[in-house]
């Protein structure tokens, strides 16, 4: 590469040798992420990767992928992009552990309007440390500078991930019934979804970003950037040791549109909203857009980002699992006869 550079491209506005500077900037915190398996580096046309069969008889490959949506305005806003690529890794593994599988790789997808090697080695950082949250590699990514389509400072990101799990062990709602514990496990906060609503209650700028709210503890910026909450290790050690009948990443539709996704048919949530403290930035948002309660948990996961449907004989052993991984989880509710979807008492 010591000799690619070209002047006319960079009159186009696109420098490639900044593109070499921000991968050279990032190799550490790739390298950070790197567990068995990994039998490549970044840089090649694709990132390799051999999974350990052991003990898995049947293995299924199970991937996903997402961004994380308009938060990203909010880190633009505040100049800060060390936290946004833990949300990518977050929106991706979050979904891959809902069918019982473990991650084992990740890739991302940078395009930005101007490639600062810093900003963009500070974004990776971000995914390498949620890599590392979530026990999977970072075993490669693109960065595309795009000038002309969108402003100098502007950015988006997205990830993929893929994970391994044995088909006899792909969890299986069918054998969800009336009369099942459904566990929840708290959120760090608003996480990646509902920010198009999130900032037109605040009607968020730079200034009021910088506000402190006593109930908060923080200023309004730091509570919005609060990154997703990775739930892989302790789901999956609960996995280990419970029967998990189903399991529900509480994204973009909330309550009304998630926990449904794995109800079978004739079977509905009845959820005891009194059996967790909600969040105060829910109440700050719902009080000062004077959004119906509704819309409310049809938008945000109230506090709750994830939830595992469990025996009811499962469920105080569940709760003390997640416990003991650090996590605040909370029997918020049971599975009951019906086709309502979500109900609340």
């Known amino acids: 590469m010591n ?37 490549s580096g970044i ?35 505040m100049d800060k992009h060390d936290t946004i690529g833990i949300d990518a890794v977050a929106m991706c593994v979050n979904d891959i552990i809902c069918c019982g599988a473990k991650p084992l790789f990740f890739l991302d997808y940078i395009a930005i309007g101007k ?39 502007d950015y988006d990101i997205a990830g993929y991930s893929t994970g391994i799990v044995d088909k006899s062990k792909i969890l299986d709602p069918s054998a969800i019934k009336a009369g099942d514990a459904i566990i929840g496990i708290a959120s760090s906060g608003v996480h990646s979804n509902g920010f198009s609503l999130v900032r037109k209650v605040f009607d968020v700028n730079e200034e009021n970003l910088k506000v402190f709210y006593p109930e908060l503890g923080k200023t309004l910026g730091e ?41 079978p048919e004739g079977v509905s949530a009845k959820i ?45 052993k569940t709760v003390e699992i997640l416990q003991a991984n650090g996590e605040q989880a909370y029997i918020i509710g049971e599975t009951v006869a019906g086709n309502d979807g979500v109900i609340f008492a």
């Open 272 to 316: 005891n909203k009194a059996s967790y403290e909600v969040p105060a930035i829910f109440k700050l948002m719902q009080d000062k857009g004077n959004i119906p309660e509704h819309d409310m948990y049809n938008t945000f996961n109230m506090g709750i980002g994830m939830m595992l449907i469990v025996d009811k004989a499962d469920a105080e």
């Open 115 to 153: 490639n600062v090697p810093e900003k963009v080695a500070e974004i990776v950082k971000g995914v390498a440390d949620g890599c590392v949250m979530s026990g999977c590699a970072l075993v490669g990514g693109e960065t595309a500078e795009h000038p002309g389509m969108m402003p100098d400072d």
């Open 3 to 39: 000799n690619s550079y070209s002047e006319s491209y960079k009159a186009a506005g696109v420098d490639v040798t900044a593109g070499y500077e921000g991968v050279r900037l990032m190799k550490g915190d790739v390298e950070r992420t790197r567990i068995p398996g990994c039998i």
């Open 223 to 263: 509570a919005l950037l609060t990154p997703t909450r990775i739930y892989v290790k302790p789901v999956l050690d609960v996995i280990s040791k419970v029967t998990v009948k189903g399991i529900s990443h509480i994204t973009g539709g909330g309550f009304y549109e998630n926990i449904p996704r794995v109800l």
């Open 43 to 77: 840089g090649g046309f694709g990132g390799l990767f051999q999974p350990d069969l052991t003990d898995i008889k049947e293995p299924v490959l199970v991937s996903g992928t997402d961004g994380v949506g308009t938060k990203l305005k909010i880190a633009m806003l």
